[in-house]
């Protein structure tokens, strides 16, 4: 437990020194999370406080103070410093495998052990029209949040497939990776498409 709390402290200062602000998430105990606070039944990965908008920092000292004990998760606010496409696992080997997503396009991406892949944006856009209308695609920008590597969920850990570092941290266009995904979708064979 102690080196499990190390770990996601290290990786909280490393991703606030980018800027990054961070808030601590509940705790994984068995296979629920527990945020400490009377009465709350989610058990599922959340934010450890209710104000974790407000209390979200790039501070090293308040950092270290919130796990100096226990082992939060690691959340990372979206719709501040970045988005994040949420897409289904089949979906994101479409787009990889399409040889499409290099360059300017390529950034961040965290997977998810549910099967599920974030692919970090600039923040600010909308979804497209032909990608709000699916299901299995959901923009995390103001008022939400994501995981972050290396926390664990009942599934397993949360991982980099392309770090901030390997990518040089840069944020690709929003816009152009929801368009890049749009296409992807309307041209894989009917055995690929995800919903």
């Known amino acids: 437990m102690v080196l499990a709390r190390m770990r996601l402290r290290r990786a909280a200062l490393r991703l606030a020194a980018r800027g990054w602000p961070v808030t601590p998430g509940a705790c994984l105990r068995a296979n629920r999370f527990d945020c400490g606070r009377i009465g709350c039944r989610t058990t599922g990965c959340h934010p450890a406080v209710e104000t974790w908008q407000q209390v979200a920092t790039r501070d090293r000292q308040r950092i270290n103070r919130w796990w100096r ?33 290099t360059g300017p396009l390529r950034g961040p991406v965290a997977t998810i052990p549910t099967g599920r892949w ?11 029209p032909e990608l709000a209308g699916r299901w299995d695609v959901v923009l995390h920008g103001r008022g939400s949040w994501m995981p972050a590597p290396p926390t664990r969920l009942p599934e397993g850990a ?6 901030p570092t390997e990518s040089g941290g840069r944020l690709p266009d929003s ?5 890049l995904l749009a296409e992807t979708l309307m041209t894989a064979p009917r055995s690929e498409q995800v919903a």
């Open 158 to 163: 949360v991982r980099w497939s392309v770090s």
């Open 69 to 101: 004990d226990s082992p939060h998760s690691v959340l990372l606010p979206t719709g501040v410093s970045f988005d994040a496409l949420d897409i289904p696992a089949p979906l994101a080997a479409l787009v990889i495998r399409s040889g499409r997503w």
């Open 175 to 179: 816009i152009a990776v929801q368009r």
């Open 118 to 128: 974030l692919f970090l944006v600039q923040p600010g856009e909308p979804l497209l």
